[in-house]
């Protein structure tokens, strides 16, 4: 039996956007949609795989049931990954604010804020990041929108997804600085895993600080002993 299978990822009723489907046996994938919908053609017997940045990974066989679905809900569970002290570098930070004030010791470089230029400071926001904005001020006196949205869950659920947001470009700027030709032939990572691999060195408590020291060679000998444990924990050698 084949057909579309056609669901959404959801974490406490809210749609997942970024979610990657793969199919492991058709070696097919999908991602989920700003709300968190996708849609795959698949059969009875294909094995599917869920790829997500903070969220726990899952693999299912599709069975007539799910393909009988209108929409199948696919609830995923965080992944929480506890990092122990970090020292940030070339400025040694702590991440105490008041340790690093007495430590830190640079020049001010030249810059639109240093040089007072209008608008020094102003950036394109996000989609996350003004729905936050916007859950979390109001007008009147007694501004309703922080207190109906703490009270509902939604600035804890948007706070989440902003911090997912940032996670995923930062994976993904990371993935584009090596084509996928050396993911394949180097690594010896399936192409159609290639999203899920960069996941898997996500987790790792080193993987953000290597990201922005922008080395690509440090980053090239981290993605090699990640593949290595790739390979292992997947069974792919």
């Not at 070696?27 to 009875?44: H, K, L, W």
């Not at 002290?85 to 008041?98: A, F, H, I, T």
């Not at 240093?114 to 001020?137: C, D, G, H, V």
Request: aromatic share 8%; charged share 25%; net charge positive.
């Amino acid at each position: 039996m084949t057909g579309k299978l056609k669901g959404r990822f959801m974490e406490a009723g809210v749609g997942i956007t970024n979610v990657h489907l793969l199919n492991l046996t058709k070696e097919r994938a999908t991602i989920s949609n700003a709300e968190g919908y996708f849609a795959m053609d698949t059969q009875v017997g294909d094995t599917l795989l869920i790829s997500a940045i903070r969220y726990k990974r899952r693999t299912f066989v599709v069975s007539e049931n799910m393909l009988a679905s209108t929409t199948l809900m696919i609830e995923l569970e965080p992944f929480v990954n506890e990092l122990e002290e970090v020292v940030l570098r070339p400025y040694n930070l702590s991440g105490n604010l008041n340790k690093d004030l007495v430590n830190l010791d640079v020049d001010e470089p030249v810059s639109a804020v240093s040089l007072n230029l209008p608008n020094a400071t102003a950036k394109k926001r996000t989609q996350a990041e003004r729905q936050l904005i916007e859950a979390t001020t109001g007008g009147g006196l007694v501004p309703l929108n922080p207190i109906l949205n703490a009270i509902s869950g939604r600035t804890k659920m948007l706070k989440k997804r902003l911090a997912r947001d940032k996670a995923y470009l930062l994976t993904q700027e990371v993935r584009a600085r090596y084509p996928d030709s050396l993911f394949v032939k180097d690594l010896r990572i399936p192409q159609i895993r290639i999203p899920d691999f960069m996941y898997f060195c996500e987790v790792d408590s080193a993987f953000a600080e290597l990201a922005g020291r922008r080395d690509d060679l440090k980053m090239w000998d981290f993605l090699k002993v990640k593949g290595l444990e790739y390979r292992k924990t997947n069974q792919l050698d």
